[in-house]
């Protein structure tokens, strides 16, 4: 079974999925359409606002996630998914407002790549040998700083994006390494 067809049968078959920790990270996607919306609008002070909510519900979810014992599965998945629809959806849209193209391929080509190495993964028992490291940490919070910098067309924005590109990339290298050593040992087993 692959590793999408193992995470849907654990997400359906889980209980206590529906929890404040998951309504979060739906409210979170939500708000990224909004954001967009705005920004297409060109209500940028709004989305920047808007936006910069939506990353706040991310320290939410977790928070109570982990205080309240309502970690699910289904609360891993959305979060990942609200994190990279948030972060990736304005950023085609900054690329007609002067965002440079290549720091957008960047953030994206990493972004996609740690989605696509998490659902090789996600129901194995070494999972959280490549959970979210410091540097994955900060690369985020660095991505909503950036962004609503980006979406506000601040000076030296491209600048900004491009250091953020560049957690990106450390923060990928650091995953990807990991998820390497993991997926070389599970192979090794069999």
Do not use: C
């Not at 998951?22 to 709004?46: M, P, Q």
Request: proline share 2%; no cysteine.
């Amino acid at each position: 079974m692959s590793g999408i067809a193992k995470l849907v049968k654990a997400i359906v078959s889980e209980k206590g999925k529906m929890n404040i920790p998951n309504a979060l990270s739906a409210v979170r996607i939500i708000l990224a359409l909004f954001v967009l919306y705005l920004i297409i609008k060109g209500n940028i002070y709004i989305a920047a606002f808007l936006f910069g909510f939506a990353a706040a519900t991310d320290f939410f979810d977790g928070f109570i996630a982990r205080a309240y014992k309502q970690k699910t599965r289904l609360g891993k998945f959305l979060d990942l998914l609200a994190d990279r629809i948030l972060v990736l959806s304005p950023l085609p849209i900054l690329m007609s407002r002067g965002l440079h193209w290549g720091i957008v391929i960047i953030i994206y080509v990493i972004e996609i790549g740690a989605v696509a190495g998490l659902l090789l993964i996600i129901n194995t028992k070494r999972e959280k040998e490549v959970s979210l490291a410091w540097l994955g940490k900060v690369k985020t919070f660095s991505q909503y700083i950036g962004v609503p910098y980006a979406i506000l067309g601040w000076q030296y924005f491209n600048e900004v994006m491009l250091a953020v590109a560049a957690l990106t990339v450390l923060s990928g290298l650091n995953y990807f390494l990991k998820l390497r050593k993991v997926l070389k040992n599970n192979s090794s087993q069999y």
